[in-house]
């Protein structure tokens, strides 16, 4: 059986929510918090869009700075990850819809709306059926929303509709199919965008139709780490100096950065680094950093490990 670790960072917030209400109407608190944490691992973008950022450990002291302002600037961020990373169009809550550029929280109920009494949308032109949604909302959005498995595989990709003459124009030039050049990294390699430069089109948008190109789909992480837990250790006083913290020493990674060094919770503090302590956290660590740790000392009686 395959170990994963998720975060359950604001996990009880979403359950007592009016979102999990209407989502999981008939479920108590904990089933709707444990289907949230489950569902995270699938797609955490599109779980976590439900709860307020501030809930989910955004940083220190966020409670003493200007709410409004925070909760502007974490809108910022939230709407710019999920453009960046889009969404799929046929299974896309109306929560998630709703940060994608040209799309506000009524448009995106009115793609919910279509998708029951129409299906699944088929290509991105069906998107100019959804009802109010008109010429300026297609050319803001239809860049962010993704279709798998369409005729055109351009669909589910983040090059715009008013870009697809440019790839298959590309294509035809390569003598292949617009799907084969997705796949094929070598014959993108082999395009010479600057032929496709136009006083309409300039070199950044074709590089970024490239860049596209080779990573078309959703999801922009790499495999899913199975964590190896030691079934050794199941208490502190199973912890004894010198010990690694997973299996075969294997790094454990950064996943909250603290203003200052000597950070204590209740498996400890870490402290001997091999870094300038002349240096911010910040400027040595970068969340999601992959670190090797092990046991220095353990003191049973504050129940913490060094």
């Known amino acids: 059986m ?31 918090g444990a289907i949230s944490i489950g569902r995270r691992l699938m797609d955490p973008l599109a779980e976590l869009v439900k709860i307020d950022p501030k809930s989910i450990g955004v940083g220190q002291y966020q ?56 299906g699944k949308f088929q290509s991105r032109k069906d998107l ?9 909302a297609f050319e803001q959005s239809a860049g962010f929303l993704r279709i798998p498995n369409t005729a055109n595989p351009l669909d589910n990709s983040a090059v715009h509709p008013e870009s697809y003459y440019i790839v298959n124009k590309m294509a035809k030039d390569v003598n292949e199919s617009v799907e084969a050049l997705i796949k094929n990294n070598i014959t993108r390699q082999q395009i010479d965008i600057k032929k496709y430069v136009t006083d309409k089109v300039g070199l950044p948008t074709l590089q970024d139709i490239l860049k596209e190109l080779a990573k078309p ?15 050794s250790v199941r208490e502190i006083s199973d912890l004894k100096p010198g010990c690694g913290c997973r299996h075969r020493d294997e790094p454990r990674q950064i996943r909250r950065i603290r203003g200052y060094w000597h950070q204590r919770k209740w498996l400890g503090t870490f402290r001997k680094l091999p870094i300038d302590l002349s240096k911010t956290l910040r400027e040595v660590l970068k969340l999601g950093q992959k670190v090797t740790v092990r046991v220095v000392e353990v003191d049973i009686e504050r129940k913490t490990r060094n």
């Open 128 to 136: 100019m059926q959804v009802k109010g949604l008109g010429a300026k």
């Open 63 to 118: 409670h003493d700075v200007d709410q409004t302002k925070l909760k502007e600037s974490l809108d910022q961020v939230v709407i710019s990850a999920v453009n960046q990373v889009g969404v799929n169009l046929n299974t896309a809550s109306k929560h998630l819809l709703q940060y994608i550029s040209g799309i506000g929280p009524k448009m995106a109920e009115n793609i919910i709306l279509y998708r029951k009494e129409n």
């Open 217 to 231: 789909g959703l999801d922009p992480r790499g495999q899913a780490e199975v964590f190896a837990f030691d079934d």
């Open 2 to 32: 395959d170990i994963f670790v998720v975060s359950e960072a604001g996990a009880s917030i979403y359950s007592a929510s009016d979102v999990a209400r209407e989502e999981f109407p008939d479920l108590d608190l904990t089933v709707r």
